[in-house]
């Protein structure tokens, strides 16, 4: 058994920033990327940002690149978005995912977490 523990939700003006963490806990796997969807009202999930397995390579949608910054902590099992500079079309249910294997870009995961809460206000 798998669990993607989130938190850092809430919600923030326009401009501000907000840090999303996410915990692995349960079954362990030896590789892994790690990666982080949301999902607006009336929208379909979309991808946000991943970190391949080795942590070394970084990747963004265009609409967050230079606001968001992720990163990861393999003793820790944990996940970071920091988010900055917010706007209010980053309102969604961010969502922490994780794909198993020797994986660069996080495309199928195998594990979500269950999301939690951003809303920008203007």
């Known amino acids: 058994q798998v669990q993607l523990i989130e938190s850092g939700g809430g919600l923030v003006q326009a401009g501000g920033s907000l840090r999303l963490s996410c915990e692995v806990s349960?079954?362990?796997?030896?590789?892994?990327?790690m990666g982080w969807f949301r999902q607006a009202p009336g929208k379909e999930r979309e991808f946000v940002s991943g970190?391949?397995?080795?942590?070394?390579?970084?990747y963004y949608a265009d609409s967050v690149k230079g606001r968001f910054t992720i990163s990861r902590d393999y003793a820790k099992k944990m996940v970071y978005l920091q988010m900055n500079s917010l706007k209010p079309e980053d309102t969604a249910v961010y969502y922490c995912?994780?794909?198993?294997?020797?994986?660069?870009?996080?495309?199928?995961?195998?594990?979500w977490g269950q999301g939690t809460q951003i809303t920008v206000s203007s």
């Open positions: 970190i391949n397995w080795g942590g070394s390579t970084t």
């Open positions: 349960g079954r362990t796997f030896s590789n892994y990327a």
């Open positions: 995912a994780i794909q198993t294997g020797v994986v660069m870009k996080i495309v199928a995961p195998n594990y």
